[in-house]
C-alpha cells in the first residue's frame, strides 16, 4: 500500500523540476483560458448595455465563454489532481499519461473553439438538445462535428485523470471505502493503522467517483448528437437527451466544485496551523451528497417536464440535499480555524475566505431559484447566471488562485517576496465580481431574461436598463484583474531563482 503523506505536501514538494513544471504548465494554459474567456464575458456584457454586435456573435462569444471557463476549472483541477497523486500519495503516474491528458484538453479546447468561432457554432453552453441539431441555418452541420468532437476529447481527458486518482487513492488509502472516509464509523481498535484519510481525499475522491457517472453520459449524449448530425434517421428523443446533459452538465459543475473545496480543506490547516481530520458527522454529510448530487440534483430541470410528480418531489428533496450540509458545515470548519488564529491575511487567504462567503450566496440563490414558488419569477432570467457565478466566478475560481498562488513558488522554487500583485488581483476581482454579479441578481430580480444579446427593454422596468449599464465597469474591472495571475505565473517561470 501507498503511502498518504501528512502536511508535507502543502509547505514543500520533491526536486523534480520536470513535474513541477508540468503542473505549472496545467496552471498557465488554463489561465491563459480563463484570461481569454473573462474578456469576452465582458463583451458580452457590455453588448447587452449598448448593442454593438451581431446576434450571431453574441451567441458564439457567449457559448464560447461558458465552455472555456468550464474547460478552465478542468484543467485547473487536473493540475491539483496529479500534484495530489505524486506528492501525496506517492504514486508516480507515467509522465506520458499525464502528457496525454493535457494534450487531449488542449485539443479538445482547441477544436470546440474552432467550431464555434469559425463554424458560427452557438447553441450556448451547455449545449442544451435539441438547438445544436437545429440552428435555422446559422451554423453548418461541420461546425457541430468539429465542436462537439472537442467536447468529446475534454470528457474523455477528464475521465483519464479521474480515473488517475481513483486508482492512486484506491492503492494509497487502501480501498475505496477508505478514499471516502468510511474508517471513521470503524469501532475502536478495528482500525489497525487508526488512520483516516484528510478532507482533501475525501473531496477528490467524491468528485472522481460522480465524475464516473456524469461523464460518460455526457459523453454518450454527444456522441448521439454527433450520429443524429450525421444521420438524421438515428433517433433521439429530445427530452431524454435534454434531461441527459442536465445529468452530465449539472453534475460535472457540482464536482469540480468539490475538487477544489479539496484546495480548502488542505490550505486552511497549513495556514492556520490547526489540524482538520475527517469526523463522522462530516462524512455522513457527504455521503448524502454524493447520492444526492449524483442521482437526483439534476432532478429539478424535470418541474417542466411530464413526469410522475414523485419524481419532481425526489429531484427537489436531491437538490436541497445536495450541497447545503457538506458545504455548510466544511465552511463553519473553515472559519473555526481561522477564527483567533493569528494568521497573517495574505492574497491567497483572503481568496479563500472571501470564496467560500460567495459560495454561501450562490448556495442562498440557487435554494431560492429551485424552489417552485421562486422559479415562477426567476426562471430563466439573469438570477440563474447570478447563483453559478457567485459560487463558480467567485468561489470556486477564486479557491483555483488560492492553490496557485500556494504552490507555484514551491512548485518553481523560487520565492516571491512581494504580495502586491496577487493582493491587487484580489481586490479588484472582489470588486469587479460583486458589481457584476449584483446586477446579474438584482437584473434576474426585475425579469431581465438570461442568454439575450439584445434585452427587450419596453418590457422590463426602468431600472432593468440602468443595471445592466451600471454593471460594464465592474465587469471591466473583473476581466482586466485576470490578466494578473497570468502575468504572475509567466514571471515566476521565467525568473531567475
Ligand atoms: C471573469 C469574469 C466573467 C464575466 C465578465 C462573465 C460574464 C458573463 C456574461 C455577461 C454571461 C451572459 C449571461 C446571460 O446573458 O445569460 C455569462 C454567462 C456564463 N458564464 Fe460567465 N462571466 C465571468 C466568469 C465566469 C466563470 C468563472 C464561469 C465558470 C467557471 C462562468 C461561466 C459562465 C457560463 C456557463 C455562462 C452561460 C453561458 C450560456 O448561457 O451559454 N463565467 N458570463
Known amino acids: 500500500m501507498a503511502v498518504i503523506a501528512e502536511r508535507a505536501i502543502a509547505t514543500d514538494v520533491p526536486r523534480e523540476a520536470s513535474f513541477n513544471y508540468l503542473v505549472v504548465r496545467y496552471w498557465l494554459t488554463a489561465l491563459a483560458a480563463f484570461f481569454v474567456a473573462a474578456v469576452i464575458g465582458l463583451v458580452l456584457r457590455w453588448n447587452q448595455a449598448s448593442g454593438f454586435l451581431s446576434l450571431a456573435w453574441h451567441y458564439r462569444l457567449q457559448t464560447f465563454h461558458g465552455a472555456y471557463m468550464a474547460w478552465f476549472a478542468i484543467a485547473s483541477v487536473a493540475g491539483f489532481v496529479w500534484l495530489l497523486i505524486r506528492k501525496q500519495f506517492e504514486i508516480v503516474v507515467p509522465r506520458a499519461r499525464m502528457e496525454l491528458v493535457y494534450w487531449l484538453l488542449l485539443a479538445g479546447a482547441g477544436l470546440f473553439g474552432f467550431g464555434v468561432l469559425i463554424g458560427g457554432f452557438a447553441p450556448g453552453f451547455p449545449i442544451l438538445p435539441p438547438l445544436p441539431l437545429n440552428p435555422a441555418g446559422a451554423w453548418a452541420a461541420w461546425a457541430v462535428n468539429v465542436s462537439l468532437s472537442g467536447m468529446v476529447l475534454i470528457v474523455v481527458a477528464t475521465i483519464a485523470y479521474l480515473l488517475e486518482w481513483l486508482v492512486a487513492a484506491h492503492r494509497a488509502a487502501g480501498g475505496l471505502g477508505q478514499a471516502l472516509g468510511l474508517s471513521v464509523f470503524l469501532p475502536r481498535g478495528a482500525n489497525p493503522g487508526g488512520r483516516t484519510v484528510p478532507p482533501y481525499v475525501l473531496a ?147 481568496f479563500l475566505y472571501f470564496g467560500m462567503f460567495m459560495v454561501l450566496v450562490g448556495m442562498a440563490g440557487a435554494y431560492l431559484d429551485a424552489g417552485p414558488g421562486f422559479n415562477t419569477i426567476l426562471h430563466n432570467t439573469l438570477w440563474v447566471p447570478a447563483h453559478f457565478h457567485s459560487y463558480m466566478m467567485l468561489g470556486m475560481a477564486l479557491f483555483i488562485f488560492a492553490c496557485m498562488y500556494h504552490y507555484v513558488p514551491l512548485l518553481t522554487r523560487k520565492t516571491d517576496d512581494s504580495t502586491a500583485l496577487p493582493r491587487v488581483h484580489f481586490w479588484m476581482t472582489a470588486i469587479g465580481g460583486v458589481g457584476l454579479v449584483g446586477s446579474f441578481y438584482l437584473a434576474g430580480l426585475l425579469g431581465t431574461p438570461r442568454r439575450m444579446a439584445a434585452y427587450p427593454l419596453d418590457a422590463l422596468p426602468a431600472l432593468a436598463g440602468l443595471v445592466t449599464q451600471a454593471s460594464v465597469p465592474f465587469a471591466l474591472v473583473l476581466a482586466l484583474a485576470q490578466a494578473i495571475p497570468l502575468f504572475y505565473l509567466t514571471r515566476m517561470l521565467v525568473r531567475r531563482a
Not at 244 to 268: E, K, R, S
Not at 280 to 289: A, C, K, Y
Open 204 to 350: 477528490v475522491t467524491a468528485m472522481a467517483l460522480i465524475g464516473m457517472y456524469a461523464l460518460p453520459v455526457g459523453a454518450y449524449l454527444v456522441a448521439n448528437i454527433l450520429l443524429k448530425n450525421n444521420f438524421p434517421a438515428v433517433p433521439l428523443d429530445p427530452l431524454f437527451a435534454k434531461n441527459m446533459l442536465w445529468a452530465f452538465a449539472h453534475t460535472l459543475v457540482n464536482i469540480l466544485y468539490w475538487g477544489t473545496f479539496g484546495i480548502v480543506y488542505l490550505l486552511i490547516p497549513v495556514i492556520t496551523d490547526r489540524e482538520w481530520k475527517l469526523y463522522r458527522l462530516l462524512v455522513i454529510l457527504w455521503l448524502v451528497t454524493i447520492v444526492t448530487t449524483g442521482m437526483t440534483a439534476m432532478g429539478h430541470h424535470l418541474q417542466l417536464d411530464p413526469v410522475p410528480f414523485s419524481i419532481v418531489v425526489i429531484g427537489q428533496v436531491g437538490s436541497y440535499l445536495s450541497i447545503m450540509s457538506w458545504a455548510a458545515v466544511s465552511i463553519y470548519g473553515a472559519v473555526e480555524r481561522i477564527w483567533k488564529s493569528g494568521i497573517t491575511w495574505e492574497p491567497k487567504v483572503s
